[in-house]
């Protein structure tokens, strides 16, 4: 069923297990369980095959291994000859900026693309926007339609997603915004930003004056649901409750022939008789 899903919308499958909110997600997390999960299988699928007396099954044993092995080899020399992205541009001014005892507000980025998810792992300070769009509790957000904030314009050219966003800013604390697009200036400016000093690389810098600090309560992460923590741990949990039985059942099958050997009756003509007995 992981497999299924994990082709997307080519089948029917995930509009009707997940109704309409199957046009948010994103379905290479379950192609990538599915193949985790069947890891086990095809172990004991090609351990079969190989212990097979016909020169057909082996045959195919070793040539899904030696197709195997060919993918996760070119797979591995294409990351060591070039980048698999485009060029990401260094975030590390944004970073240094913003830990510059300037974590107290948000901030936003507009143009910098998906390699903006980043800066949350450089900086403590937060963002109201983010990639994973279907966790988004912002209403503005939430209901507008679109994905990552930093891209408004190319999702809503018409700009309304983007101007009732930045109506809000001072509600959410945003009080810088980093650009790499110019067409988001006069939006900006109309919703009371100011341009500062740029940053290396071309990265303008505004500012909202009237942003007030985030409370106390922000600033801390809050308590786990039971959702989230089932999400983080039954994959992993299943997957090694899996190979846990597969080790069980192999250690019983290496003992089972000692236990036969063991259990196995000698007939009385062919016990050792002691000397002198009849």
Known sequence: MLGVLGLGGTTPLPALVFGRQWEWLTYDRFALWGAIAL??????????????????GRVLAIAALTGVSLFAGADAVMSVLGPALPYQR???????????????WRYQTFGVGDPGARLGTMTPATTIDGTYYTARRVPVLARSGIGMLDAALWWDPSGTTLRR?????????????FVLDPRYGSYLHAAGFVP???????IEVWEN????????????????????????????????????????????GLLEPNRKRQTTPVPSGLRPQAVGSR
């Open 39 to 56: 890891l086990p299988l095809a172990g004991i699928a090609i351990s079969h095959l190989l212990s097979l007396r016909i020169a057909a």
């Open 90 to 104: 260094d975030l590390q001014p944004i970073a240094q900026f913003m830990n510059n005892g300037r974590t107290a």
């Open 165 to 177: 966003a930045l109506a809000v800013a001072n509600h959410y604390s945003i009080r810088w915004a």
């Open 196 to 202: 500062r000093e740029p940053l290396p690389g071309g």
């Open 209 to 252: 004056p009237t942003a007030p600090r985030l409370p106390a309560a922000a600033l801390r992460f809050g308590v786990p649901d039971v959702q989230g923590v089932l999400w983080g741990t039954l994959p992993l949990a299943s997957f090694a409750l899996v190979l846990l039985l597969a080790a069980v059942q192999s250690v019983a």
